[in-house]
């Protein structure tokens, strides 16, 4: 049951995450960054990698992980990003979840969708709409790095729908949205060194999501090529039905 519900690991899931576990840990300890950092960094990598690997646990890590990020956003007044994980993120992960749970395949992996260029367009333009409107709510707010907070906001939803919709999508999002996340650590950084620990993070949060794209990719491909058989027979038993 736990080799099932955590997976099997190769070579490059095993390196880059006690890689990263250890990066974050040596770098929080070098500079005396907070057990908020530490612990948001580390629950992060582990959300994103069990992502990639298709698992169902990645959820769990990734409201762990909202705790402590959210305590570091606000300590240093990004708002935007409290905002996203408290009330945006965690409700949608909740629907993700529920999605996942209907959709796991072997060894509770879930089974990767795919989806239409209709849904992919209605979805950007629903985002550029969100983008003009968060945009001002975080003006009022006074939130700093306004234009980075309101893209990671924007970023952030449709990664956690294409997630949702089990769409490699996803990780194209969250590409994008680690990538912001890295200039606006970096800039908690120049401000404050403790905040590396985080920085480093995310910067690591990129290359998992690399990894992911990729690696839903192969899973997918492997998924389609063992239904294809029940697929099959299925075709056959409507075709007898229907004679």
């Known amino acids: 049951m736990i080799k099932k519900i955590f997976g099997k690991w190769n070579i490059v899931e095993l390196a880059l995450y006690i890689a990263g576990l250890a990066l974050i840990i040596v770098m929080s300890a070098c500079f005396g960054a907070s057990w908020t950092s530490a612990l948001a960094g580390i ?10 690997k298709g698992k169902i646990i990645s959820i769990f890590f990734t409201w762990i992980m909202i705790v402590f990020y959210s305590l570091l956003s606000y ?3 990004y ?17 993700q979840l529920a999605a996942w749970l209907k959709n796991l395949g072997k060894d509770y992996v879930v089974k990767v969708n795919s989806i239409k260029k209709t849904e992919i367009i209605i979805v950007f333009a629903v985002a ?11 003006r009022a707010l006074n939130t700093s790095q306004l234009i980075f907070s309101t893209v990671s906001i924007v970023t952030s939803v449709l990664a956690t729908y294409f997630h949702s919709r089990r769409s490699r999508y996803g990780f194209l999002a969250f590409l994008v949205n680690d990538a912001v996340l890295c200039v606006l650590w970096l800039l908690a950084t120049l401000q404050d060194v403790k ?5 480093t993070a995310v910067s690591l949060y990129v290359i998992s999501d690399i990894y992911g794209f990729i690696s839903w990719g192969i899973l997918q491909k492997r998924q389609q090529k063992e239904a294809a058989p029940r697929i099959i027979k299925r075709e056959a038993e409507n075709t007898d039905l229907q004679a």
């Open 43 to 52: 629950f992060g990598l582990s959300c994103v990698l069990f992502s990639a």
């Open 75 to 77: 300590k240093n007044k």
């Open 79 to 95: 708002y935007g990003e409290v905002f996203i994980n408290i009330f945006m993120m965690f409700p949608m992960t909740v629907v």
């Open 128 to 138: 550029a709409a969100a983008f003009v409107a968060f945009y001002f709510i975080l």
């Open 195 to 199: 905040n590396i620990a985080m920085l």
